[in-house]
């Protein structure tokens, strides 16, 4: 079965200090695999996405996820983070069950904590 | 561009209301999505289209119906709301193409008491 799990419901940093939310996955073939941001009473924001190629990913904002096949794991990094980097953060795979892998499957979410 | 829209922003239902929540995108974009989310669960799928007139079952599609006919709205319905259908419900929409992000809108609170 597909899934993912984001094994960390809440992550708590310092500002400047480097960040990273942790993402491991469960799909049938190669993963199509993206991040998503929600800040408070806000619909999800795309943030990157790995579908094949180079297994480091940058995206907005400054941010950038690993890909590794062998630890089936996305990781979602930050070299200094910042307060205003707090939100929910999303991974998701891709659901190849449904008609032309439209959808996506997401995990449950963790909560970034930046304090100043 | 608005990009997606949905209406209302709040609601508040009695057990056994109907009600029909509103997507809009403005981004001409084929497929969309009805979603909810429920604290420490993530979104979970409730129905979804890959064209104007088509659509299909989710992961949790029971207790809802859509209908697109138009390609730009996708509507969500509630025949007979229970108090498990307490959630927050987002669409989403994208083009073409397996690897293509989705946007989001803002998101429908609704509370069925």
């Known amino acids: 079965a597909q899934s993912v799990a984001q094994p960390e419901d809440q992550v708590n940093v310092a500002e400047g200090n480097p960040l990273t939310v942790k993402c491991t996955y469960s799909?049938?073939?190669?993963?199509?695999l993206f991040w998503y941001v929600q800040y408070p009473n806000r619909g999800l924001q795309f943030l990157l996405k790995y579908i094949t190629g180079d297994n480091l990913v940058k995206g907005s904002y400054g941010f950038e996820a690993e890909f590794n096949k062998s630890q089936t794991s996305f990781h979602l990094k930050k070299p200094s983070a910042l307060v205003s980097d707090s939100a929910l953060y999303f991974c998701a795979v891709r659901d190849i069950r449904l008609q032309a892998g439209t959808a996506l499957i997401f995990g449950k979410g963790t909560t970034l904590s930046v304090s100043s | 561009n608005a990009g997606v829209t949905q209406t209302p922003k709040f609601r508040v239902l009695k057990t056994g209301q109907s009600m029909t929540l509103l997507c809009a995108q403005d981004m001409n974009h084929e497929y969309m999505y009805w979603y909810r989310q429920d604290p420490g669960m993530g979104l979970r799928l409730i129905h979804y289209?890959?064209?104007?007139?088509?659509?299909a079952k989710g992961e949790v599609p029971d207790g809802y119906n859509v209908s697109r006919l138009k390609k730009q709205n996708f509507l969500l319905g509630l025949e007979s709301a229970a108090p498990s259908q307490t959630s927050v419900y987002f669409c989403a929409s994208r083009t073409l193409g397996a690897v293509n992000e989705q946007f989001f809108g803002p998101g429908t609170r609704l509370t069925v008491l």
């Open positions: 289209s890959v064209g104007e007139g088509t659509t």
């Open positions: 799909v049938s073939g190669n993963p199509y």
